[in-house]
C-alpha cells in the first residue's frame, strides 16, 4: 500500500514559526535580509522562503542562511531552529558528472577523499561539529592549533591535486570545528592567535573548495567569514589572502569592480610583509578586474608589474599558500586576462606557455590551462588544434573534480 501524501509530508518547522512571533511572513524575511547585511551576507528572503521554511520543505538552509539565522538567534543551534544535521539531508553524491567516461573513476576518487578527511588531524576538527553536540575541549593549546593548521594543509594538498567537488561538505565540518574551538574553548593569547589564524586559512580554503566546485554565494560567504577574523585578530597577512581569493571570486562572478577593488585593497596591506611574489599575483588579481571591464591600458601596466615583480624572485616571506604560484600560473592569469580583452591570439600564446611549464602531477591546472588554450586557439580560427588541445583536457577528466574546469570545457 503506498503511503498517503500526508504521511510523506516533512514536518512544519514549529521552532522558525515561534521565533517569528507577531510578524507577518514578508516582516521576518525583512528581518532575515536585514540581518544578513549586518554581517556581510547576501540572501534573497521572502515571504515565500519564509513558508517554505516553516512547512519544513526546507529541512536545512544553506550555509549562507545558517550564518545569518546563527547571527539574529545567538546561541541556538542549528537543531534548536528546527533544522536537521546537514549530513542527513544532502547525504553523499553516488553518482559522477554527466559525461559517461567519468563514472569509473569516481568511485575511486571519492573512496581517496573519505580516506582523506578521515583521518588524523581533519578528523580531530570535524568531530566537533556543532550538529553533533561533540564537547569541545575545555582548554585548548599547542594541539588543538596543530590539528586545525594541519587540516588546512591537507585540505590544499588534495585540492591541488584534483580540485573542489566532493570535498567542500566534509571541509565545511571541520571549518566549524576549527571555530568552535576559537570560541568555545578557554586559551592563551598566544593560541587563541593560533586559532584564529588556522581558522581564517581554513576559511580561505573551504571558500575556494566551494568557488571550485561551483557555490559561488558560499565560497563568498567564507572569505568574508575570513576577513573578518583577520581583521579582528589583527591579522594583515590572513587579511591579504582573504582580500586576494575574494577579488578571484569577484571576476569569475563577473563583479568586475568589486575584483579591482579587493585586489587592490590587498596589495595595500601587503606592501610591508616583504613578498614581491605575493605583490605580483595580487598585480593578476587587479588586472583579471581590469580585463573584464575592458580597461585595456590598465590592464596591460598591471600584467607588466605583475612580471616584473615575479621576476625579483622567491623570498622568505613568500606565504606558504603561494605554492601553486609559478610560471605556470603567472601565464595562465594572463592569458585568462588577454581572453577577457578579446584578444584570443595572445591569450593563446599565454596559455601554450602555462601548459608547457605545468607540472602534469597538478591535474586540475593543467586541464585548467590546456581548457582556457583550447578556448582561445577556437576564437582565433585554429579549430583543429582545438579539437585537439580540447581532447587532451578531456583525457584528465576521470581524475578531477572541479566545476569550473567542466564548465569551460563544456562550453568549448
Same mark, same amino acid.
Given at each position: 500500500?503506498?503511503?498517503?501524501?500526508a504521511s510523506?509530508?516533512?514536518?512544519?518547522?514549529?521552532?522558525?514559526?515561534?521565533?517569528?512571533?507577531?510578524?507577518?511572513?514578508a516582516?521576518?524575511?525583512?528581518?532575515?535580509?536585514?540581518?544578513?547585511?549586518?554581517?556581510?551576507e547576501?540572501?534573497?528572503c521572502?515571504?515565500?522562503?519564509?513558508?517554505?521554511?516553516?512547512?519544513?520543505?526546507?529541512?536545512?538552509p544553506?550555509?549562507?542562511y545558517e550564518?545569518?539565522?546563527?547571527?539574529?538567534?545567538?546561541?541556538?543551534t542549528?537543531?534548536?531552529?528546527g533544522?536537521?544535521?546537514?549530513?542527513?539531508v544532502r547525504?553523499?553524491?553516488?553518482?559522477?558528472?554527466p559525461?559517461?567516461?567519468?563514472?569509473?573513476?569516481y568511485?575511486?576518487?571519492?573512496?581517496?577523499?573519505r580516506?582523506?578527511m578521515?583521518?588524523g588531524?581533519a578528523?580531530?576538527a570535524?568531530a566537533?561539529?556543532?550538529?553533533?553536540?561533540?564537547?569541545?575541549?575545555?582548554r585548548?593549546?599547542?594541539?588543538e592549533?596543530?590539528?586545525?593548521h594541519?587540516?588546512?594543509r591537507?585540505?590544499?594538498?588534495h585540492?591541488d591535486?584534483?580540485?573542489?567537488?566532493g570535498?567542500?561538505t566534509?571541509?565545511?565540518?571541520?571549518?566549524?570545528?576549527?571555530?568552535r574551538?576559537?570560541?568555545?574553548?578557554?586559551?592563551?593569547a598566544?593560541?587563541g592567535a593560533?586559532?584564529?589564524?588556522?581558522?581564517?586559512?581554513?576559511a580561505?580554503?573551504?571558500?575556494?573548495?566551494?568557488?571550485?566546485?561551483?557555490?559561488?554565494?558560499?565560497?563568498?560567504?567564507?572569505?568574508?567569514e575570513?576577513?573578518?577574523?583577520?581583521r579582528?585578530?589583527?591579522?594583515p597577512?590572513?587579511?591579504?589572502?582573504a582580500?586576494?581569493?575574494?577579488?578571484f571570486l569577484?571576476r569569475?562572478a $563577473?563583479?568586475h569592480? @568589486? =575584483?579591482?577593488?579587493? +585586489?587592490q585593497a /590587498?596589495?595595500? *596591506?601587503?606592501?610591508? %610583509?616583504? !613578498?614581491? #611574489?605575493?605583490l605580483?599575483?595580487?598585480?593578476?588579481r587587479?588586472a583579471g578586474?581590469?580585463?573584464?571591464?575592458g580597461e585595456?591600458?590598465?590592464?596591460?601596466l598591471?600584467l607588466?608589474r605583475?612580471?616584473?615583480?615575479?621576476?625579483?624572485g622567491?623570498a622568505d616571506?613568500?606565504?606558504?599558500?603561494m605554492s601553486?604560484?609559478?610560471?605556470?600560473e603567472?601565464a595562465?592569469?594572463?592569458?585568462?586576462?588577454?581572453?577577457?580583452?578579446?584578444?584570443p591570439?595572445?591569450?593563446?600564446?599565454?596559455?601554450?606557455h602555462?601548459?608547457?611549464?605545468?607540472?602534469?602531477?597538478f591535474?586540475?591546472?593543467l586541464?585548467?590551462?590546456?581548457?582556457?588554450?583550447?578556448?582561445?586557439?577556437?576564437?582565433? $580560427?585554429?579549430?583543429? @588544434? =582545438?579539437?585537439?588541445v +580540447?581532447?587532451s /583536457?578531456r583525457? *584528465?577528466?576521470p581524475? %578531477?573534480r !572541479?566545476? #569550473?574546469?567542466?564548465?569551460?570545457?563544456?562550453?568549448?
Amino acid at each position: 500500500m503506498l503511503p498517503s501524501p500526508a504521511s510523506t509530508a516533512p514536518p512544519a518547522n514549529t521552532a522558525i514559526r515561534r521565533l517569528r512571533g507577531d510578524r507577518s511572513p514578508a516582516e521576518f524575511a525583512a528581518a532575515v535580509r536585514r540581518a544578513a547585511r549586518e554581517i556581510g551576507e547576501q540572501v534573497s528572503c521572502d515571504a515565500r522562503y519564509v513558508g517554505r521554511l516553516e512547512s519544513g520543505e526546507i529541512r536545512c538552509p544553506n550555509y549562507a542562511y545558517e550564518r545569518v539565522f546563527r547571527h539574529m538567534f545567538p546561541g541556538l543551534t542549528p537543531a534548536d531552529l528546527g533544522f536537521a544535521p546537514r549530513q542527513a539531508v544532502r547525504g553523499r553524491r553516488t553518482t559522477a558528472p554527466p559525461a559517461a567516461p567519468l563514472e569509473p573513476t569516481y568511485e575511486e576518487s571519492d573512496v581517496q577523499r573519505r580516506a582523506f578527511m578521515t583521518g588524523g588531524p581533519a578528523a580531530f576538527a570535524t568531530a566537533l561539529l556543532p550538529q553533533q553536540r561533540a564537547a569541545a575541549p575545555a582548554r585548548a593549546g599547542a594541539a588543538e592549533v596543530a590539528a586545525v593548521h594541519d587540516a588546512v594543509r591537507q585540505i590544499r594538498l588534495h585540492d591541488d591535486r584534483h580540485g573542489g567537488d566532493g570535498l567542500y561538505t566534509q571541509a565545511a565540518g571541520a571549518l566549524r570545528g576549527a571555530y568552535r574551538l576559537l570560541d568555545d574553548t578557554s586559551h592563551s593569547a598566544a593560541t587563541g592567535a593560533g586559532l584564529a589564524s588556522g581558522a581564517g586559512e581554513l576559511a580561505i580554503s573551504v571558500g575556494w573548495l566551494a568557488h571550485d566546485s561551483g557555490r559561488l554565494p558560499e565560497a563568498r560567504s567564507h572569505y568574508a567569514e575570513a576577513l573578518a577574523t583577520a581583521r579582528m585578530a589583527g591579522d594583515p597577512a590572513l587579511e591579504v589572502h582573504a582580500f586576494c581569493n575574494t577579488s578571484f571570486l569577484a571576476r569569475d562572478a $563577473g563583479r568586475h569592480r @568589486e =575584483a579591482v577593488r579587493a +585586489a587592490q585593497a /590587498a596589495q595595500v *596591506l601587503a606592501r610591508d %610583509l616583504g !613578498s614581491a #611574489r605575493l605583490l605580483s599575483l595580487l598585480a593578476l588579481r587587479e588586472a583579471g578586474g581590469l580585463a573584464g571591464l575592458g580597461e585595456r591600458r590598465r590592464c596591460e601596466l598591471a600584467l607588466a608589474r605583475a612580471h616584473t615583480l615575479f621576476g625579483h624572485g622567491a623570498a622568505d616571506a613568500d606565504p606558504g599558500w603561494m605554492s601553486f604560484f609559478g610560471e605556470a600560473e603567472l601565464a595562465g592569469l594572463e592569458a585568462q586576462a588577454w581572453s577577457a580583452l578579446g584578444r584570443p591570439g595572445r591569450a593563446a600564446g599565454a596559455a601554450r606557455h602555462a601548459v608547457l611549464l605545468q607540472d602534469p602531477h597538478f591535474v586540475r591546472n593543467l586541464a585548467l590551462y590546456q581548457a582556457e588554450l583550447a578556448i582561445n586557439l577556437h576564437r582565433a $580560427g585554429s579549430r583543429a @588544434e =582545438a579539437a585537439s588541445v +580540447a581532447g587532451s /583536457a578531456r583525457r *584528465l577528466l576521470p581524475t %578531477l573534480r !572541479s566545476t #569550473r574546469v567542466h564548465t569551460m570545457l563544456t562550453t568549448l
